[in-house]
């Protein structure tokens, strides 16, 4: 059975800095890509990062361009989010999920077969 549980999520300031991990099992990890979204109080879930299957394509949403990297670790089965230059405004729970596409770096969430439980981002100001 197909597992990813996220972590590394918590409470940072305006600026500051957190990496979140994205830990697979149950699955041959390195033949999915993976991506991270996120979804705010009272909005819509969105797309934040991905990476395909040996991490040659990534894909940022603008949004998160220059201030996160993703990036993976196929012999650990894990993939991370650092994230920089926090604001306020990347309060949001955080979810990873696998792509079945190896090559891809989708943003769309219904190209994704399994997701995490979330972990919760909190910037405060």
């Known amino acids: 059975q197909a597992q990813l549980v996220e972590s590394g999520g918590g409470l940072a300031q305006d600026g500051g800095s957190l990496r979140l991990s994205c830990a697979a099992s149950?699955?041959?990890?390195?033949?999915?890509?993976v991506g991270w979204f996120r979804q705010a109080p009272g909005k819509e879930r969105e797309f934040v990062a991905a990476?395909?299957?040996?991490?040659?394509?990534?894909a940022y949403a603008d949004s998160v361009k220059g201030r996160f990297t993703i990036s993976r670790d196929n012999s650990e089965n894990t993939v991370y989010l650092q994230m920089n230059s926090l604001k306020p405004e990347d309060t949001a729970v955080y979810y990873c999920?696998?792509?079945?596409?190896?090559?891809?770096?989708?943003?769309?969430?219904?190209?994704?077969?399994?997701w995490g439980q979330g972990t919760q981002v909190t910037v405060s100001s």
């Open positions: 990476i395909s299957w040996n991490g040659g394509y990534t």
């Open positions: 149950g699955l041959t990890f390195s033949r999915y890509a």
């Open positions: 999920a696998a792509n079945p596409s190896p090559f891809a770096s989708d943003s769309s969430a219904d190209k994704y077969a399994y």
